[in-house]
């Protein structure tokens, strides 16, 4: 029967195609393997595969056995079943994998793939294979040269030139790209890089290196052409009145004009000054640089912003709270001329863990005791430790809320509008009170809107409130240890900087974290307030062969190097950091990156 059925694969080799499969490294050429495509699979010629990467190969009569020395994996071909299995796992095991061809034996490049661990990305019947994504890890900007430097050994089918630039696949970017060259990801592991009059370059490829030389003759020549079209243009236009005899005509206008016209000229020129003075004042609001930082002799790419909250508006944002949403997806269309990850977050439910508030409203709570970054009322920023007691008196018995907008058990739980998952309690196990300017307007499980709220509170307190109907008041109590009206509050830590504690308590801070919190180098996301009550946004990069990221010690260092902050802390970091400035995601994103963040801290013009 197997026999027959290797017999029928091989009779449909009538209607096979060809795609090109290369394989990308760190340290060895590229190379492109020989290879077959039966319907949607693709099979690669084993014996280039073996040769190329000096396995061991222990032929018997119907099976073959590829040990790969690296790490004594053995790869089991049968040539009868046509079946490839890997250390004779049967959960690593793939049918229809092995098939014959002109006398040499090709097999199936998923089984491959699982047996060396590799990973493939395919475009344009182009598929590469590698064991890690290719990184941009350094581009080097002159007047007339620029260098792109990548951390694998380039295949020219890489490379993909466009009439502004030029695409590179698959690859990512970690390096901070000079001002003049706009950047773009096209896609997953698709990036562009677009350079003003490329045209004017000349493009070299050699080894890990993309090297863009300007070409003075390719200058001359452009431009020779533009004053052909200009002399072209002039030709077409010469019967036309000449833009010098236009201005003269303009002054005589302005010259028979009366005072009153003089007058409102001069008003508008003073409105224009006025908006050129609050465009300046604009970019002194809000400044975002991205640099390159020495951290005792390592060089760590870091993403600031320094925000006015004055003159800006900085809010918490939910994506989707419950059931978060693509995070840039989100972003793009909620629009913030600029936004970070926020506070930290349960992976498994991607619920927030921590104190927060938005607009005044308490959308989350919790029992730790960490820093919080504030907003208040009259749009002061601050860091500050915040004990909060939510108590609620229904028929005038005090009930304690221990969660809010979270699948949480408690006994006595609320929602807001603001929470977009299920509502998974039953009615079984509690009351639902909804409440709506401090009065039950509903008894019965329902989803609240706008600013109703609704109340969970468990069976077993129903003997202190009988008879509870609609129209009864709710009086909601919130005991907050600090003196201030909050607007804006997100909980994070660890402290990093603050003018508050003494350096005692600041390292016991760092000692009540965990050692992976405070010790591993990983991507950071730091929100901090100067002297001038500025609100700095800081994301650090990492998950980079050439920078890992920082520790906590770093990350105070890192502060001192910007200079002349009061008060830092954390907030949620490694792959979940993300720094969003207009329109794009400006840090490196590893392939582990966290695409669903619940919350984030967002900028906008004030209204």
């Known amino acids: 029967m197997y026999k027959k059925i290797f017999l029928i694969l091989a009779m449909l080799f009538a209607i096979l195609s060809f795609s090109n499969v290369y394989y990308i490294d760190i340290t060895k050429n590229s190379t492109e393997f020989t290879n077959i495509k039966l319907s949607d699979k693709v099979f690669i010629n084993i014996k280039q595969f073996v040769d190329f990467f000096k396995l061991q190969q222990f032929p018997s009569k119907n099976i073959i056995y590829i040990s790969n020395p690296e790490n004594n994996d053995i790869l089991e071909l049968d040539l009868i079943k046509g079946t490839a299995r890997i250390n004779f796992n049967i959960n690593r095991s793939f049918s229809s994998a092995v098939i014959s061809k002109d006398e040499n034996l090709y097999v199936w490049l998923e089984a491959i793939k699982d047996f060396f661990n590799l990973k493939s990305f395919e475009v344009n019947e182009n598929i590469f294979i590698y064991k890690s994504i290719p990184r941009m890890i350094k581009i080097e900007y002159s007047f007339n040269k620029i260098i792109f430097t990548l951390s694998h050994l380039i295949n020219e089918h890489m490379i993909k030139l466009e009439k502004d630039g030029f695409v590179i696949f698959p ?30 370059y000349d493009l070299l490829i050699t080894k890990r290196n993309i090297i863009l030389t300007l070409n003075e003759s390719k200058i001359q020549t452009n431009n020779e052409k533009e004053n052909e079209k200009v002399v072209e243009k002039s030709n077409d236009t010469k019967n036309q009145v000449s833009p010098l005899e236009q201005k003269l005509n303009e002054i005589k206008n302005q010259n028979s004009t009366n005072a009153t016209t003089n007058t409102n000229i001069k008003k508008k020129n003073e409105q224009s000054n006025v908006a050129v003075n609050d465009s300046k004042l604009d970019i002194e609001l809000l400044k975002v640089e991205n640099k390159m930082i020495d951290l005792n002799g390592r060089i760590v790419p870091v993403h600031i912003a320094r925000i006015n909250p004055k003159e800006f508006d900085i809010k918490i944002l939910f994506n989707n709270l419950g059931a978060p949403n693509d995070a840039e997806k989100f972003l793009k269309e909620v629009n913030p001329i600029l936004a970070i990850n926020a506070g930290y977050f349960d992976v498994s439910t991607l619920e927030p863990i921590g104190k927060i508030i938005t607009n005044g409203k308490i959308q989350h709570i919790s029992p730790y005791l960490r820093p919080s970054f504030i907003i208040d009322n009259h749009n002061n920023p601050m860091i500050k430790d915040v004990v909060m007691e939510y108590k609620i008196y229904v028929k005038d018995v005090p009930f304690w809320i221990k969660a809010i907008n979270t699948a949480w058990k408690g006994d006595v739980k609320l929602y807001t509008s603001e ?3 299920n509502i998974k309690e039953s009615e079984e196990d509690y009351i639902f009170l909804l409440i709506e300017n401090g009065f039950i307007v509903h008894v019965g499980k329902e989803r609240p809107i706008n600013d109703q709220r609704l109340l969970l509170i468990d069976k077993k307190y129903l003997k202190y409130i009988p008879d509870i109907s609609e129209g009864d008041e709710v009086v909601f109590n919130i005991d907050i240890n600090q003196k201030i009206s909050i607007k804006e509050m997100v909980e994070g830590g660890p402290l990093v900087i603050t003018d508050d504690l003494m350096q005692e308590a600041l390292k016991e801070e760092k000692l009540s974290y965990s050692s992976s919190i405070i010790s591993r180098k990983t991507p950071r996301t730091i929100v901090a307030i100067d002297n001038n009550n500025m609100v700095l946004f800081i994301v650090v990069d990492g998950y980079m062969e050439s920078n890992p990221g920082i520790n906590y010690d770093e990350a105070q260092l890192l502060l001192e190097k910007i200079g002349n902050i009061k008060q830092a802390m954390m907030l949620d970091g490694g792959s979940s950091s993300m720094f969003y400035y207009n329109g794009k995601i400006l840090n490196y994103r590893s392939e582990n990156w966290r695409n669903k963040i619940p919350a984030f801290l967002g900028v906008f013009k004030k209204k």
């Open 419 to 421: 929470y977009k998952a």
């Open 171 to 200: 690859s990512i970017n970690e390096f901070p790209v000079p001002k003049d060259i706009d950047f773009k990801i096209i896609s997953n592991n698709i990036i562009k890089y677009k350079i003003n009059n490329f045209e004017n």
